[in-house]
């Protein structure tokens, strides 16, 4: 219900995902979504984006990652 709403008020749903694209400013409200890394989010209309990360680090703790793409996204 909340993402109904939300796309139909002109927001961008944006997921974070391991196999997403470089976070880059929006120029519609977002709604950032973070779900666990083994069942990830369901199928909605979204736009995925990750954080790269340095060799030997496989995910960052979710509020960490939800910190660093809150920043890029703003």
């Known amino acids: 219900e909340m993402i109904k709403q939300a796309t139909q008020n002109g927001s961008e749903i944006v997921v974070g ?5 470089k976070p880059e400013k929006s120029s519609r409200p ?6 666990s ?7 909605i209309p979204y736009r995925k ?7 030997g680090f496989e995910s960052l703790n ?7 793409l809150l920043y890029a996204l703003r």
């Open 17 to 21: 995902d391991l196999k997403g694209e």
């Open 30 to 35: 977002v709604w950032l979504v973070l779900g």
């Open 37 to 43: 890394e083994g069942q990830g989010v369901t199928d």
């Open 49 to 55: 984006v990750t954080i790269p990360l340095q060799k």
């Open 62 to 68: 979710v509020a960490t990652a939800g910190s660093i």
